[in-house]
């Protein structure tokens, strides 16, 4: 079964850190751009990372920038969520997911673009 496997969530104090991989299981996703998304409750799933099929362009939601970074680990096959800076706002389960498309030229934000969903890791961030 292909999936993606998410971890590295947890509780942390506002302006703590976490590290969040991205782990594939069945398949590699060495061709597909790579996203990171999260949802709050009530809230609907947002974008908050990508990362192209290389490795060498990312992009981050105006409201992680300065503070998250996205990476991929190419000797474990893995994409890392880099959290800095926490803030309570940042509360949510955490997915990472890939773009349907191989080789897409660009990384696109839209979560319905993106497939083989993870189940996700919960961040809390207490103030």
């Known amino acids: 079964q292909v999936r993606l496997v998410e971890s590295g969530g947890g509780l942390v104090q506002a302006g703590g850190s976490l590290r969040l991989s991205c782990t594939p299981s069945?398949?590699?996703?060495?061709?597909?751009?790579m996203g990171w998304f999260r949802q709050a409750p009530g809230k609907e799933r947002e974008f908050v990372a990508g990362?192209?099929?290389?490795?060498?362009?990312?992009t981050l939601t105006d409201s992680v920038k300065g503070r998250f970074t996205i990476s991929k680990d190419r000797s474990e096959n893995t994409v890392i969520l880099t959290m800095n800076s926490l803030e309570p706002e940042d509360t949510a389960v955490y997915y990472c997911?890939?773009?349907?498309?191989?080789?897409?030229?660009?990384?696109?934000?839209?979560?319905?673009?993106?497939?083989?969903w993870g189940r996700g890791t919960q961040v809390t961030v207490s103030s």
């Open positions: 990362i192209n099929y290389h490795g060498d362009t990312t």
């Open positions: 069945g398949r590699t996703f060495s061709s597909s751009n």
């Open positions: 997911a890939a773009d349907k498309i191989p080789y897409r030229r660009v990384i696109i934000r839209d979560p319905g673009q993106y497939e083989y």
